[in-house]
């Protein structure tokens, strides 16, 4: 250890042993690859929450596609108004309607359009913020002005009520499709803005100004360097609003105005089950438990994914 | 210099009675992270008398600004000391509480911050800031008093006019008038210790040795005790009377600044000494000038090749016609004035010069001096107002067709500044350097892995480094792949804006030699841009010195080196930290 007296300035020199030098900047061969979605792997790995949604999610996902492996019950066919109401009985564990169907198969066959509602949606908005967030903020402008004065008009409607005006006009041709396009038309804005913001950022880095001096076509390096960097807030956006898209759809049903009623949907159901909440609570618990728990895990990914795509958020 | 320094050690031996002002010993430093406990800082001892100065050197990470932070306990995140003892006058500081530090904050040990442009609030008036502070250390009892000693304070900090200047906001100062407020606003309660963490780092070269000028002629009047934390030896050498020498959280060496730069004796210290590139040039010169040099000859191969290689320019003698070739080049941007109005900005006026093939051209000058631009305009990124832009006789401009462009940029290629941000973070070192193979269709798949092999082993790196990202390399590294990209087309021309600038003094040093070793083996023309004259007199064959747009003063760099015609240029050379450190007997 240092043991100076510097009361006089005197010289002195740490032993080498005790200091040994390095080789200057040495790469470290030994390390472990990275990068940034490595190390959001890494995170998330360890985050029991993303264990939980993303398998929730899944199993969701799974009764939505396969709903006949979950209940041998055709849930419209057998509907018997001797059960109207009815509680919970061997076969039928969540009760019956009040015209008598089995609470049980039309949450489980319910699951199917409100995930198709919410997926189709995201994708929609997805691709649309993304191309005309990426075209405003890449190539600015003129451009820029007319994608961003119109994305703050549509902004400015609240998605659910835009969506119930519109709907209105459709009475006709609602299915879960039409939902998912009225919803995206009010809802892309977000996305659009928040790619913009991404790719101004990306675009001034000098590794966009190196592609280009290397003869890198302005289109390509959009593509190439630009957009793969500016994904990441865009990823965690769409996750959380999966969720938000599926409580959409459950509104406007609700409202009457989203899915027909012969379509089985959880915002159907809830809407139907307004008249008997009192005699029979099982009719709107539910199909509103399954629809909370579907919303939640969406919501707890994309939490957990924007903490991981976030290296600030990241814990030191 | 001498007489000043003796003077300064005349008047400290007076009040003291034996005992040191501070007293820094084997004092340790923890960092809690993610990867468990990093001692950032190892047994570092040091003392320091009262009005005498030292300087703590080091590289980013050696752990100074730490050791420094942790005398005033302002250690950032989960920094805490550990071990060890700090005493001030005798009083320990280590473990005591909250309060009492806060009284010994300000009025007894002062801080001037590193970056003049985030430490003042945007939102209150100067006066304001620094009215604050000299209520909240006691110093003035009202408000009108406190009015008047800021005054003074602003006074005697070089601010002219300060009486107006108190009711004027941050954004109204510039880069070196808002460090004088913050060096005015550290002294202001007088304090017995300064500590001046990298004081000068973000302004421009002659505002830093204004700055420091003044700081020095303050502290002395009051008879305060300065610790300087800088990365540069030069600086460190020229402003403090002792040195301490940080490395990998430990002290390597320390003493009296002169003794060191003379005779460094730990190997680190000979590297440090050896690398400075403010240290070589002023070695150089005094070879040139046949002066007896006090300051030790470079010990590391690394310098050693650099300096001959430097001292050997002259003789390349450069007969054949210019590579590029700038006459008269005008670069006007319009700027928003508010409402519809536009207005030009000339941010590069009439410039003309030759770089010739082979050699070095570098283009010196202070923020906001369009060299930058420059460099914009020669790689074709930023387009010509007036005038031409030769590369080896066709007109940049003239350049249209996809075919001829993408023809030009083979050829002329360039090496930016923040080595964190020249790569793509999503690409890896493989993908990066293969990029403008890609681009141009250079050779097959099999071919460019080769390419990229070859290019790393150029840039002296391992060839396992091609499966990393940009983020597992350090800035050095990472400056490296930039260069391997940029040769990867085996171009004429490297325009290097501020390349080795936000580098450590060894890993500039390393980079600069890489430069100038691949000058050699391939006949590669560099544009320089640079604020730095050091390492220009290191590198450079030709020098442009550039002010507000025009050259004021371009010739070879031996010429602009001995004997500066204009007086900028001299002031320019005259900040160089350690241009002052006497040499000879």
Redesign the interface.
Same mark, same amino acid.
């Given at each position: 250890?240092?043991?100076?007296d @510097?009361?006089s300035?005197?010289?002195?020199? *740490?032993p080498?042993d005790? &200091?040994p030098?390095?080789v200057?900047?040495k790469?470290?061969?030994n390390?472990k690859? @990275?990068?940034?979605?490595?190390d959001a792997w890494r995170s998330l790995r360890h985050s029991p929450i993303f264990w939980i949604s993303s398998s929730m999610i899944l199993f969701i996902l799974f009764v939505g596609l396969f709903p006949f492996l979950f209940t041998n019950e055709p849930p419209n066919n057998k509907c018997d108004l001797d059960n109207s109401n009815g509680g919970p009985e061997a076969g039928h564990p969540f009760g019956f309607t009040k015209l008598g169907c089995d609470v049980f198969a039309r949450v489980v066959y319910g699951a199917q359009p409100s995930l198709t509602v919410g997926i189709t949606a995201t994708l929609l908005v997805v691709i649309v913020g993304v191309i005309l967030g990426a075209l405003a903020g890449f190539y600015g402008g003129f451009f820029d002005t007319i994608i961003s004065r119109v994305g703050d008009m549509f902004f400015a409607i609240p998605v659910v009520l835009g969506a119930i005006v519109l709907m209105q006009t459709l009475s006709g041709t609602r299915n879960a499709l039409t939902v998912a396009l009225i919803l995206s038309i009010f809802a892309w804005p977000q996305v659009a803005r928040i790619t913009r913001g991404a790719v101004l950022s990306a675009k001034n @880095?000098?590794?966009v &100004? *190196? @592609?280009? *001096?290397?003869?890198? &076509?302005r289109f390509?390096v959009l593509m190439r360097?630009v957009l793969?960097?500016s994904l990441a807030p865009v990823i965690v956006v769409a996750t959380v609003s999966l969720g938000t898209f599926i409580v959409a759809e459950a509104t406007l049903s609700y409202l009457g105005v989203g899915l027909p009623s012969s379509v089985m949907s959880w915002g159907n159901d809830i809407s139907q089950a307004q008249s008997s909440i009192r005699t029979a609570p099982q009719t709107l618990l539910y199909p509103a438990g399954a629809l909370s728990l579907t919303v939640l895990s969406f919501l707890m990914l994309g939490d957990v994914v924007r903490d991981a795509l976030d290296p600030k958020a990241?814990?030191? | 210099m001498t007489q000043e320094s003796s003077h300064t050690m005349n008047a400290t031996t007076a009040p003291t009675t034996g005992r040191p002002l501070l007293e820094v010993t084997d004092l340790e430093v923890s960092f809690h992270t993610q990867n468990g406990i990093v001692n950032a800082v190892r047994g570092v001892s040091f003392s320091l008398n009262a009005g005498e100065s030292l300087a703590i050197v080091g590289e980013s990470g050696s752990g100074k600004s730490t050791s420094a932070t942790a005398i005033i306990d302002l250690l950032p995140g989960t920094g805490k000391v550990t071990g060890g003892s700090i005493r001030l006058d005798g009083t320990e500081l280590v473990g005591i509480s909250r309060a009492e530090m806060e009284a010994i904050r300000g009025s007894q040990i002062g801080y001037v911050p590193q970056d003049p442009m985030s430490n003042l609030n945007p939102v209150w008036n100067i006066g304001f800031q620094v009215m604050e502070t000299l209520l909240a250390n006691g110093i003035a009892k009202s408000r009108k008093e406190a009015e008047a000693k800021a005054i003074q304070v602003l006074q005697d900090a070089g601010l002219p006019d300060a009486g107006k200047r108190l009711r004027q906001y941050p954004h109204q100062f510039s880069g070196g008038m808002r460090q004088r407020a913050l060096i005015g606003i550290g002294l202001s309660s007088q304090p017995k210790l300064l500590i001046a963490d990298e004081p000068t780092s973000a302004l421009d070269v002659t505002v830093q040795r204004v700055i420091l000028d003044h700081l020095n002629t303050l502290t002395r009047e009051l008879g305060t005790s300065v610790i300087f934390i800088t990365h540069d030896l030069g600086l460190a050498a020229e402003r403090a009377e002792k040195l301490v020498v940080m490395y990998r959280g430990q002290v390597v060496e320390s003493g009296p600044s002169r003794e060191i730069l003379a005779n460094p004796l730990h190997p680190y210290t000979q590297r440090l000494v050896a690398a400075a590139p403010s240290l070589a040039s002023r070695r150089m010169q005094a070879v040139k000038s046949h002066e007896n040099v006090a300051i030790a000859a470079p010990t590391a191969a690394l310098d050693l090749t650099l300096i001959e290689r430097a001292e050997q320019r002259e003789e390349a003698a450069t007969a054949a016609s210019p590579i590029i070739s700038l006459r008269d080049v005008t670069k006007q941007y319009k700027i928003r004035t508010g409402g519809f109005k536009t207005e030009l900005f000339t941010a590069v006026d009439k410039v003309s010069f030759d770089v010739h093939p082979g050699t070095t051209t570098a283009i010196v000058g202070e923020s906001g001096s369009g060299k930058s631009t420059i460099a914009k305009m020669v790689l074709k990124l930023e387009d010509v107002t007036a005038g031409n832009v030769l590369v080896d006789g066709t007109d940049v401009t003239a350049i249209r067709s996809a075919k001829d462009v993408l023809a030009f940029r083979r050829r002329v290629q360039p090496v930016f500044q923040d080595p964190y941000g020249t790569l793509d973070p999503l690409y890896n070192i493989a993908q990066t350097i293969a990029e403008p193979l890609v681009v141009h269709g250079v050779g097959t798949a099999k071919e460019r892995t080769a390419r990229v092999r070859e290019l790393l082993d150029q840039v002296s790196l391992p060839v396992s480094t091609m499966s990393r990202y940009p983020n597992e390399l350090s800035g050095g590294q990472r400056q490296r792949i930039a260069v391997a990209r940029a040769l990867a087309l085996k171009p004429d021309v490297l325009v290097l804006d501020e390349a080795v600038s936000a580098l450590d003094v060894l890993v500039q040093g390393q980079i600069l030699n890489l430069l100038t070793e691949l000058q050699s083996e391939m006949g590669l023309s560099y544009l320089f841009i640079t604020h730095d004259l050091a390492v220009v007199r290191l590198v450079a064959d030709s020098v442009c010195v550039m002010k507000s747009g025009q050259i004021v003063e371009s010739a070879t760099t031996d010429e602009v080196f001995d004997s500066p015609r204009e007086q900028y240029t001299k002031d320019l050379l005259a900040a160089i930290p350690g241009a002052g450190i006497e040499l000879g007997a």
């Open positions: 250890m240092p043991n100076n @510097s009361r300035p005197e010289h002195y020199v *740490a080498l005790e &200091t030098l390095l200057i900047d790469v470290d061969e390390a690859p @990275s990068n940034l979605w490595l @880095s000098d590794y &100004t *190196a @592609s280009i *001096a290397l003869g890198v &076509t390509r360097h793969p960097n990241r814990a030191r | -």
